[in-house]
C-alpha cells in the first residue's frame, strides 16, 4: 500500500519537491510527521478542515430559518457545528416548539448557500498536505453535509480533483460522531481502515474517526489522537 514516506518521510524528493516540502515541515508538529509517515490513505472531514465555511453556512441557515419565520442566533448556531442539516433542523423545531417543513428550509439554505460557495477558499494548512500528496486515489472526504453542498464547497473551493472519494449523508450512514462515513471512505479507497489518517475539526468528528480505529488529527491545535 502506498503511504506518505516518500513525501513526509525518509524518501527521495525531487528538487521540485524539497521547497514547498520544508514550508510543510515549518508547520507539521513532530506528532503529524509521525502519523503522517505511516498512512496509507488520508480522509478528511470538509467544512471547517479543508474549507472555512462557518460564516457561508450560518447566513445561509439564518436567511432558511427566517424565510418560515423562526430566528436563529449566532450562538445557538455555533453550539450545534458539525450536525446534520435534519438534526439542525430538528433541533430548531425543538426550541421554537413547532413543527418545521424540512424540505423547504433545506431547499433555501441549499440556494443560499450555492451563492456563497462561488466565494469560498480552502484552509492552505490542510489542504497544502492533500495537494502535496498527490494521489487522488487514496484520499477522501467524508461529511455529514448533504451531496449537494459538499458538491458545491469542494467545486467553490477548487479542490474537487484532489479526491476519489466523497461520502456525505446522502450515502444514508449513521452520522459523525458514528463511525461510518470513515468507515465507507476507507471501504471505497480500497485500504485498511488502521492505516488511514483522518484530518477533523470537531469532537464530534475526532470521536468518529477514533471509533472507526484511526488516528485522526484535530487540525485546530495540530493534536494527534
Known sequence: MRQLWYLFGDGNLGSEDVEVVGVIMS?????????????????????????????????????????????????????????????????????????????????????????????LAPIESVISIAEEFRDASHMAVASNGDASSVNATLAGAGISHLFSVIVTADDGLRPKPFPDAFLQAAERLGVKKECCLAFEDTGGGIAAAQAAGMKVVDVRTWEVF
Open 27 to 119: 508547520y507539521l508538529p513532530p506528532e503529524v510527521h509521525h502519523v503522517l509517515s505511516g498512512a496509507c490513505a488520508l480522509i478528511f472531514d470538509l467544512d471547517g478542515t479543508l474549507v472555512d465555511t462557518h460564516d457561508a453556512h450560518e447566513r445561509s441557515w439564518r436567511k432558511a430559518f427566517s424565510a418560515v419565520g423562526l430566528s436563529m442566533s449566532t450562538s445557538w448556531y455555533r453550539q450545534r457545528t458539525g450536525l446534520t442539516a435534519n438534526q439542525l433542523i430538528d433541533d430548531m423545531g425543538v426550541a421554537h416548539g413547532k413543527s418545521i417543513d424540512a424540505t423547504t428550509v433545506k431547499t433555501m439554505e441549499l440556494r443560499c448557500f450555492l451563492e456563497e460557495a462561488r466565494k
